[in-house]
């Protein structure tokens, strides 16, 4: 689970106390999310509190990493 501010942000303020788990705070430009705290609210609310409010949409949710590729090619050259 992952979300962002984006830039976008407006530092409206509205975000931060929607959090339960206190994973926004005020930045150096726009409000930043702690990935390491962000748990999208699961067992607190069905969605995200932080992207309900946002009155600008700059909260996109960024899709999960997805493993890298490996090839099967063994490189045969001297």
């Given at each position: 689970?992952?979300?962002?501010?984006?830039?976008?942000?407006?530092n409206c303020d509205i975000c931060e106390?929607?959090?339960?788990?206190?994973?926004?705070?005020?930045?150096d430009e726009i409000?930043?999310?702690?990935?390491?705290?962000?748990?999208?609210c699961v067992g607190h609310y069905d969605t995200p509190q932080c992207r309900k409010v946002c009155p600008v949409d700059c909260i996109p949710r960024i899709p999960p990493a997805t493993k890298p590729l490996t090839s099967c090619w063994k490189n045969t050259a001297p």
């Open positions: 689970m992952a979300l962002i501010i984006a830039d976008g942000c407006i106390p929607e959090c339960p788990h206190e994973a926004i705070s005020a930045g409000y930043v999310i702690d990935p390491d705290r962000c748990t999208e």
